[in-house]
């Protein structure tokens, strides 16, 4: 069993900088691989990054590559998203999530994730 926590987020203005955290608690983190989701208002939770349990094999989202680094550190069971020149349609609620996914190919099907966390709001303003 994993139970995941987000922090991090908050309001921050146009072309700004986030980092997040996602602490893991329970011994099977560095099993898992982990992925960062994100819901905005009105729409459906989609996938923004993923990484393997040891770290690589790192995927991302056409709208956050080159702006959003997802790493892990297992020593600390925590992962982390850092978010830099953000836009305003990076506004959401998001999410992390960890799971024995296949393969880096299957990181953006939210079905390969049984853990979730409760999520964190990120506010961009223009």
């Known amino acids: 069993q994993v139970q995941l926590v987000e922090s991090g987020g908050g309001l921050v203005q146009a072309g700004g900088s986030l980092r997040l955290s996602c602490a893991a608690s329970g011994r099977i983190f560095d099993t898992n691989a982990m992925a960062w989701f994100r819901q905005g208002p009105g729409k459906e939770r989609e996938f923004v990054a993923g990484?393997?349990?040891?770290?690589?094999?790192?995927v991302y989202a056409d709208s956050v590559k080159g702006r959003f680094t997802i790493s892990r550190d297992n020593a600390k069971n925590t992962g982390y998203l850092q978010m830099n020149s953000l836009k305003p349609e990076d506004t959401a609620v998001y999410y992390c999530a960890a799971g024995l996914v296949r393969g880096s190919s299957y990181y953006v099907r939210r079905d390969q994730y049984p853990y979730w966390g409760q999520g964190t709001q990120v506010t961009v303003s223009s």
């Open positions: 990484i393997g349990r040891s770290g690589g094999s790192e």
